[in-house]
T-cell receptor, first 113, second 113 residues
Framework: DVKVTQSSRYLVKRTGEKVFLECVQDMDHENMFWYRQDPGLGLRLIYFSYDVKMKEKGDIPEGYSVSREKKERFSLILESASTNQTSMYLC????????????FGEGSWLTVV | LAKTTQPISMDSYEGQEVNITCSHNNIATNDYITWYQQFPSQGPRFIIQGYKTKVTNEVASLFIPADRKSSTLSLPRVSLSDTAVYYCLVGDISSGSARQLTFGSGTQLTVLP
């Protein structure tokens, strides 16, 4: 089974803090993603990476950055957390093949106070 | 980009067959259709994927008409544990950009005893 592991399930951070959300996948997938999920807004793509050190902005990249130094690891960084970044964050991975089978992690609930 | 439309919610009773339809009028030639199940506080879980006609696995069937402008997820004999949100995803990750992937807004399925 594909496993996408997000390091923290629940975090509480203060406004202005730098926040790191870590994600690791064990299937040697080329693609990795960070989504944000909010009630009524569905899944929104923050950033996408198709290879080590490569990244592409998604629909809502403002206030976020990412890092992919190794193929299996994709980190989401909130440089200065704000209350409007309180949300559930989902990491996902997929192989670089025809189709769109994306495998998701369990999610990280971030509360910024 | 293929825009997707799903019903917001559906109710069913245990033991019934449930069909959830997703409309995707401007689906592209290379796009696949994938369905996910999501329980509260968890990441979406892959259910089934198809390109055309009918696909069946141990948990669901996926029906795609010839024009591919819609797809129907069929869950046979649902149980209370099938209560979840179901998302359709249309796109093709091999097209080079995750922004080409379009998630539906999700259908809340509630199975009643």
């Amino acid at each position: 089974d594909v496993k996408v592991t997000q390091s923290s399930r629940y975090l509480v951070k203060r406004t202005g803090e730098k926040v790191f959300l870590e994600c690791v996948q064990d299937m040697d997938h080329e693609n990795m993603f960070w989504y944000r999920q909010d009630p009524g807004l569905g899944l929104r793509l923050i950033y996408f990476s198709y290879d080590v050190k490569m990244k592409e902005k998604g629909d809502i990249p403002e206030g976020y950055s990412v890092s992919r130094e190794k193929k299996e690891r994709f980190s989401l960084i909130l440089e200065s957390a704000s209350t409007n970044q309180t949300s559930m964050y989902l990491c996902a991975s997929s192989p670089l093949s025809h189709g769109n089978t994306i495998y998701f992690g369990e999610g990280s609930w971030l509360t910024v106070v | 980009l293929a825009k997707t439309t799903q019903p917001i919610s559906m109710d069913s009773y245990e033991g019934q067959e449930v069909n959830i339809t997703c409309s995707h009028n401007n689906i592209a030639t290379n796009d696949y259709i994938t369905w996910y199940q999501q329980f509260p506080s968890q990441g979406p879980r892959f259910i089934i994927q198809g390109y055309k006609t009918k696909v069946t696995n141990e948990v669901a069937s996926l029906f795609i008409p010839a024009d591919r402008k819609s797809s129907t997820l069929s869950l046979p004999r649902v149980s209370l544990s099938d209560t979840a949100v179901y998302y359709c995803l249309v796109g093709d990750i091999s097209s080079g950009s995750a922004r080409q992937l379009t998630f539906g807004s999700g259908t809340q399925l509630t199975v009643l005893p």
